[in-house]
């Protein structure tokens, strides 16, 4: 019997869960990744001889090229899209609801990556390198002596892929990298997919630990872990060079920023293990690539300044870093039998001339102004004056951050940032991944709210600059021209379609799409 106080009463309404407002964009997102997967089969920078060829399905992109390209640059074109587009619904208060929520970041990231993760790779051929870098340690030589063709033979399964210009140059990268890599071909041997795939996972684990570190050091410099995670970590460059691309940048900056999460956690004591152990991931990231030494020294005038930043709290902490680095250094170079060689390999990459590169910009203007002037083609003689004074103002201004540390005026992790962007901008060369030693810990940064327009704006732009081929397109730029332009009309047609299918709707998406108010 119902009492009569409830008789006509209405059900209440259940409400439901929460709308999730990275649902449409997380969705249109994976549905880039897709495309740049299925494009990859085709367009991505595969081994030679390709093992697909022959194969009926998996085959036909491959046979296609031109559209395999153009499908590709959908998704390419489409994924930085949907990145700008959840980082507009986050520019006003963060990963706090109504907004997308730091879980809900965290799932759209992991679903973009995975159809990368398991196609060929793109935008570059170094993980070649690597493969037969590591071979060559593998089978007793020395791979900062000997290059990839004349040590295993032009011939070998491991050579064939790599671009003419690095087969017969030594590694330029740290031992430590090496010797994961040599443990990867004991695995994989003369099996280059199976090794492709294995570094693809080495890169996944410096890509979790990037994970970790960025939004502890967010919060450590009062900002949204949530915001510094989807600019840093979700970034096209991230899903695009290090993820597909599979470059060691993704060790280097995970070893890099995870060190300096822990290190910044010591106490006052000198021998502290936060302090020993932070020092020690970071050089561990030097011995991939040697840049990321500088980062010490950020984390040892930040401890000095805690401590009241005398000249002897500066030279103690120096000797304990020092010591780290040297009992790191010593047994790695000396384990891999080859000592410090790699030291006299560094300008390997300066073999070819970068337009990112400042310096090298500046030298070929002179150079060419010198052919111009009918004193004769001294380009090489000017890129080594002009690469030596990029070189020589890069580490002043790193002198500056770091005095700016010491005294309090800039926090270590914005120090580090811009000392690295220091050293790529005016380094000898310079390419888009490159770029990710300063884009990522800046996320996570004091200095983000001022400069997030111009980390959106860089990012977008270089994740768009390297073809997924990891080639050049001579005697074919036709082929990519066109292969452009219907990715560009492919895309906005999806774009259409999409803002028709949300048209009537509400939500915290859809008034961040481009071009759309919140009364639309």
């Not at 920023?257 to 502290?272: S, T």
């Not at 000095?304 to 040297?326: N, P």
């Not at 996570?444 to 081929?469: E, K, N």
Request: proline share 7%; aromatic share 6%.
């Amino acid at each position: 019997m119902v009492a009569p106080e409830l008789d006509g009463a209405r059900p209440s309404t259940l409400q439901g869960p929460p709308r999730d407002p990275t649902r449409i964009v997380r969705r249109l997102g994976l549905t880039a990744s897709l495309l740049m997967a299925v494009g990859a089969l085709g367009s991505g920078a595969l081994p030679v001889p390709n093992p697909l060829s022959g194969l009926r399905i998996l085959g036909l992109p491959a046979r296609n090229a031109t559209i395999a390209i153009a499908v590709t640059y959908t998704g390419i074109i489409l994924m930085v899209f949907c990145w700008l587009w959840v980082g507009k619904m986050l520019r006003n208060n963060g990963a706090v609801a109504p907004a997308p929520t730091p879980m809900q970041l965290a799932r759209t990231a992991i679903t973009w990556m995975i159809p990368l993760a398991v196609a060929p790779p793109m935008f570059s051929r170094d993980v070649y390198s690597y493969l037969a870098q590591s071979a060559i340690l593998a089978r007793g030589l020395d791979p900062y002596v000997l290059g990839p063709a004349a040590a295993l033979g032009i011939d070998d399964p491991l050579v064939r892929s790599i671009p003419t210009i690095w087969r017969d140059t030594p590694a330029p990268y740290g031992p430590l990298f090496l010797l994961m890599g040599r443990g990867i071909t004991a695995l994989s041997g003369d099996n280059v997919v199976l090794g492709i795939f294995l570094h693809r996972v080495l890169a996944l684990c410096g890509i979790a630990a990037i994970i970790w570190a960025l939004p502890r050091l967010a919060r450590r410099c009062g900002l949204d872990g949530g915001l510094a995670l989807w600019l840093g970590a979700a970034n096209p460059l991230v899903l695009f060079h290090l993820v597909s691309g599979i470059h060691n940048e993704s060790l280097m900056i995970g070893f890099l920023l995870a060190g300096m999460e822990i290190g910044l956690r010591a106490k006052p004591r000198l021998l502290d293990p936060a302090l020993l152990g932070g020092a020690a991931l970071i050089v561990c990231a030097s011995l991939v690539k040697l840049p990321a030494l500088l980062a010490l020294g950020f984390l040892g005038l930040e401890w000095a300044r805690r401590q009241g930043g005398g000249l002897r709290h500066i030279v103690s902490v120096g000797a304990v870093l020092a010591a780290v680095t040297a009992v790191l250094y010593i047994p790695i170079s000396v384990g891999t039998g080859v000592g410090i060689g790699w030291a006299k390999t560094l300008d390997t990459p300066s073999l070819i001339r970068s337009w990112m590169s400042v310096s090298t910009d500046l030298g070929m203007i002179g150079g060419q102004v010198g052919v111009l002037g009918g004193i004769g083609d001294h380009t090489d003689a000017v890129l080594d004056v002009t690469r030596g004074i990029g070189l020589a103002l890069a580490a002043v201004l790193c002198v500056i951050l770091l005095l700016r540390t010491l005294r309090g005026r800039l926090d270590p992790v914005t120090g580090m940032a811009a000392g690295l962007g220091a050293v790529v901008i005016f380094g000898p060369v310079a390419h888009p991944w490159y770029f990710l030693w300063a884009v990522i810990p800046l996320a996570a940064t004091q200095g983000l709210p001022q400069y997030r327009r111009w980390l959106l704006g860089a990012s977008a732009v270089l994740a768009l600059v390297v073809p997924p081929t990891g080639a050049d397109f001579n005697f074919r730029a036709y082929q990519l021209q066109v292969a452009v332009l219907a990715g560009v009309v492919l895309m906005i047609i999806v774009l259409i379609v999409q803002r028709r299918r949300l048209t009537g709707q509400t939500g915290v998406d859809i008034d961040a799409l481009p071009g759309r108010g919140p009364d639309q």
